[in-house]
């Protein structure tokens, strides 16, 4: 036990604690956030971490999906067709990319590369599910279906993208699958759209964690300090979500996953500027930043004039995120 105590136990604390919180305040996907910063601190290989988030989800989720199923929100139908497409997808994902190299530095790479690009996705996922929200704000809302017909092959596609995703990187169970299940599902309210990907998740993630764990082994001196942060954050964050502004969260959610998915794709041995040029790149990561701080809002706020609404006001990003399933309430 004495070896586990060290700075880097307290340094995954202290991030799984923070991101939980984060996790708990907006209910984004945890894989985006914890991986990215795990990877940042330098605690551990790739593998490695990937393999712990995996794990360290598997137990939180379901907590969330013990809760979600006894308040009865999840539709089992749509879930288990999801499940049908993701779990085989999810085992499988990290046993392909084992195929492609067992050399370690090749591995590490081609996880970072993985992991930036599915980063990349999350953050454009996101505006897209507020774009649709928009949009079927401006036409009077959508007609509540909280039992819609299933379309099972586009959902068991759906389910086997996402579990591709998650069993690669750990990125995208709650970020791409949600922004599908709106798409093809409409109707559903937002706690149904939750406890749906919820129920989904727990053996999503738990296929890829044992299917990492069978290649890569557990790092214990990851997972542990992992868990004992990220479960209480959660905790925390969920009870201060109804006092927080939800708004200005969520777009600095999507910043830094833009930034953390460009400097992954560099980490990976993407140089644009040529080897050895670390400056440049930090120079163009701050500047996606300061870029996105910019001209997000505008765009956004050209997007709104199109739909005959002001640049700037209500509906506001909160608003919209719980638009769904409902009519003329904005």
């Known amino acids: 036990m ?3 105590i060290t700075t880097a136990f307290f340094s995954i604390l202290a991030a799984g604690f923070f991101v939980g919180i984060v996790v708990g305040l907006t209910g ?11 990877i940042f601190l330098g605690v551990g290989h790739t593998a490695a971490i990937v393999t712990a988030d995996l794990t360290a989800a598997a137990i939180y989720k379901t907590g969330g999906a013990i809760t979600h ?14 499940i049908i497409g993701s779990v085989p997808m999810a085992f499988l994902g990290p046993w392909l990319v084992s195929a492609v190299t067992d050399d370690p530095e090749t591995l590490e790479k081609t996880l970072k590369l993985c992991i930036g690009i599915a980063l990349l996705f999350a953050a454009s996922t996101y505006a897209v599910r507020l774009y649709i929200n928009l949009r079927n704000v401006r036409r009077g809302g959508v007609q509540p279906d909280e039992h819609p017909y299933i379309r099972p092959v586009p959902t068991l596609l759906v389910g086997a993208l996402g579990g591709l995703l998650v069993g690669i990187t750990s990125v995208g169970s709650g970020s791409v699958i949600m922004v599908a299940l709106l798409m093809l599902y409409p109707g559903l309210s937002p706690v149904k759209l939750v406890g749906t990907d919820l129920v989904q998740a727990v053996p999503l993630v738990l296929a890829a964690a044992l299917s990492n764990i069978a290649i890569h082994g557990l790092d214990w001196s990851l997972l542990i300090p992992l868990v004992l942060g990220s479960v209480p954050g959660t905790l925390i964050g969920s009870r201060l979500a109804p006092r927080v502004p939800q708004s200005i969260i969520r777009r600095g959610i999507v910043v830094v996953l833009t930034m953390s998915g460009v400097a992954l794709l560099f980490k990976a041995g993407l140089h644009p500027y040529g080897e050895g040029q670390e400056t440049f790149e930090a120079i163009t990561i701050a500047g996606v930043g300061i870029a996105m701080l910019v001209l997000v809002p505008l765009v956004w706020g050209a997007l709104r004039k199109q739909h005959g609404l002001p640049m700037f006001g209500a509906p506001t990003v909160t608003e919209l995120e719980g638009a769904v399933g409902r009519r003329g309430k904005l």
């Open 69 to 82: 199923w006894r308040g009865g929100s999840p539709n089992l139908a749509l879930a288990k067709w999801l």
């Open 2 to 4: 004495p070896e586990l």
């Open 28 to 38: 984004m996907g945890g894989g985006a956030l914890m991986t990215p910063a795990l």
